[in-house]
């Protein structure tokens, strides 16, 4: 017996390193179908990782997930995480991306969107502590409500309104920031936060319901482009793959690093500015129309990433110039398909 005990130790001390492939990761993707969530999911296959990809299909869309359903090493669930979600295989990591991120969208039914951000979270905080995991939550820049101060930076504590139309959305991330916080220390689980900022790209639903589709969208059919109030109103556009990479580069990050990190782009644009550019990329004759401001609309939006450049070593590469050069054309492309709605969401 004590042969064979020693035997064994020798064979693995004299293996060669070479020979040892590395352990794959099982990554848990939820919101997977989605426009972030997809994109992140074929950036894990492509390292290698398995993934599990999880989705309601409320906003996610499985043409988004098409090019690797089927294949080795990716599962599609369709659930709602708002119930628990029960898996027998070993889970990595976690990366909580599900709740609809655009107005049109987590408005339609405002309770289930809080319940998402809320229970949602609880219940895949809880499976990260079954399997050993360690799980990031998508929050957003939302959290920072109509700021009072710009730029934005982790240590700035808000201006939300609570009770608000998009309150369910703001709070709903919130909540979820302070559950994240606290399981981590109460439960010694690895927690990340990740405060995006608006992002866009390839791959957004041509109804998306945010202000670069719709934009592209209206161009393309040639019909008015919607302002709200005078355009004056600035946003921050992080393209998509500047994104991910952030994400990935945080979710590796030692145990220590459980704050909010923000990750967006620091290039400052008027909405204005933003329809002008689409208009001149697209080659539309569009016109621009103003409608009223809607409430609790936030006038700026501009992250402050020193945080992520010092902990993350990241930055985005990506300008807005070149992000529509690369999007604008995936529209089109949807658009001369049939795939894009007869209107664009408000």
Known sequence: MNDGAQFGTEVEATAPRAARAPPTRAVLVAGGAGFLGARLCARLRAAGADVVCVDNLQTG???NIAAMTGQPGFRFIRHDITTPLMLVEPIDEIYNLACPA?????????VHTFKTSVLGALNLLDLARAKGARILQASTSEVYGDPESSPQSESYHGNVNPVGPRSCYDEGKRAAETLFHDYGLQHGVTTKIARIFNTYGPGMAPDDGRVVSNFIIQALRGEPITIYGKGAQTRAFCYV?????GLMLLMATPHAVR???NIGNEGEFTIAELANRVLAKTGSSSAMIHSALPVDDPRQ???DISLARRVLRWEPTVSLDAGLDRTIPYFRAQFEAGLAPLEAGA
């Open 301 to 303: 939006r501009r992250p």
């Open 259 to 261: 704050y909010p990190v």
């Open 61 to 63: 869309r499985l043409s």
């Open 241 to 245: 793959d500047d994104l991910v990479d």
């Open 102 to 110: 655009s107005p049109p969208k987590y408005q339609i039914d405002p």
